[in-house]
């Protein structure tokens, strides 16, 4: 873990967020992001953030989808269905491919800009297992429980968005999906 005032790249910050879900690090990004639209305080940023988002979120899914906070962490009012999840994955996967390639390493270090050396670890046990992962995401909550979202080649050019909302075991539903997928193909259906 990195100490408070720790700065890093752009790019590590984004890998940090996706590989060990660092909500640190949501949190910083959302309040760059947040800084370069014109806000002042901790609270403005994360407000600019966040109205960023929903607005984007209402283009791609619609207005039922809202959420409240960078990191996903529990809210009462965040709103967003498993199809709402897979249609943002359709999104991320026509317009942002680097977000999976990020989400594919296992492992990786990251450099901050003082040169301290990080090792990222990723959360999603399913990409040593089944390689042909293209891209994912892990999440938990005490509300939400389990989440994952996975990109699998499904045949030749097409590839499953699986989403996994409220689950015990997140990592045993991925890998039944899978299995189930990579059975339904080499049945040829």
Request: proline share 3%; hydrophobic share 40%; glycine share 8%.
């Amino acid at each position: 873990t990195a100490p408070a005032g720790e700065e890093f790249l752009r790019d590590d910050m984004i890998t940090i967020a996706l590989l060990p879900s660092a909500n640190d690090a949501a949190l910083a990004l959302a309040e760059a992001i947040g800084e370069e639209r014109g806000g002042e305080t901790f609270e403005e940023k994360q407000t600019i953030f966040i109205s960023l988002i929903n607005e984007k979120l209402k283009i791609m899914v619609g207005e039922e989808t809202r959420f409240e906070n960078p990191t996903g962490l529990d809210n009462p009012q965040h709103r967003a269905s498993a199809e709402d999840f897979a249609k943002i994955g359709e999104y991320i996967w026509r317009n942002h491919l680097q977000l999976l390639e990020i989400s594919r390493m296992i492992e990786t270090t990251v450099v901050s800009r003082d040169g301290s050396e990080y090792r990222i670890l990723n959360t999603n046990e399913l990409l040593e297992e089944f390689p042909a992962i293209r891209g994912g995401k892990t999440g938990f909550t005490d509300e939400a429980k389990g989440t994952l979202m996975l990109f699998y080649p499904v045949r030749q050019g097409a590839t499953a968005i699986i989403v996994i909302l409220g689950s015990e075991d997140r990592f045993g539903d991925g890998r039944k999906i899978i299995k189930w997928l990579e059975n339904i193909n080499s049945n040829g259906d």
